[in-house]
């Protein structure tokens, strides 16, 4: 009797123990992988990025990618872009790679006749475009989605000059790396950021931060706005470069609309 009593034990306890595993197992929470990091600089710059994921490979391989040297443009159709800004509650995220402001529902553009929904608009410094060989101190993008899912970037080069009262008040509010700032009862709207003259180059292109997908619909004004010396200086404070290089055109087009 002792001895199958103690071989009842050593099997219970062998059952109990293999119960704990398969509990700890199963109530272990799954850690979600990380999604690579890219950055402007250091082994994750933009020469890199292809190499950094599997979804990246458009940044490497892609023929029709983003910025570009707009030179030579083919003039096209009277401009056909018109905005149905609104004005939203303030919400900025500090997202480690740049300045975003997000946008509430609402406010559209309409190119050639297709209604796009703004998402939210963000800065680059130098500009990422180039307009006949020459940078502008910062770039704007304005990004923004239609119904079946294809995107539109609005582009407005930043020339320094007279301070611009918008970007004033979003500079004052920018969080800490990794935060969003809300400022409910402060509407701003974005409207404000476009040029009088709506005159545009458009082109086929892609985003310009991984993961470069193309297909996007490329807008950029003619006509630049400004912004002062020290609204350049905060923001180069911040990211002292978050530009992507130059992409060849490759066999595409850029059309200038007046």
Known sequence: MDVITRNYGKKLMSLLAIALVTLAFLTTPVLAAKPPQWSYGGTANPTQWGKLSDDFTMCEFGKDQSPINIKNPIEDVPAKISFDYHPTPLSIINNGHTIQVNYAQGSTVSISGEKYSLLQFHFHTPSEHEINDRASAMELHLVHRNEAGKLAVVGVMLNEGKSNPLIAEI??????????????????????????????????GSLTTPPCSEGVSWN??????????????????????????LQPINNRVVLLHH
């Open 220 to 245: 950029i004004f003619v006509e630049p706005i400004t912004v002062s010396e020290e609204q350049i200086a905060t923001f180069t404070k911040i990211y002292q470069v978050d530009a992507r290089p």
């Open 171 to 204: 500079w004052k509010q920018i969080p800490n790396i990794g935060e969003t700032q809300t400022i409910s009862d402060r509407l701003i709207n974005a409207e404000n950021l476009l040029p009088s003259n709506k005159a545009y180059y458009s082109y086929s």
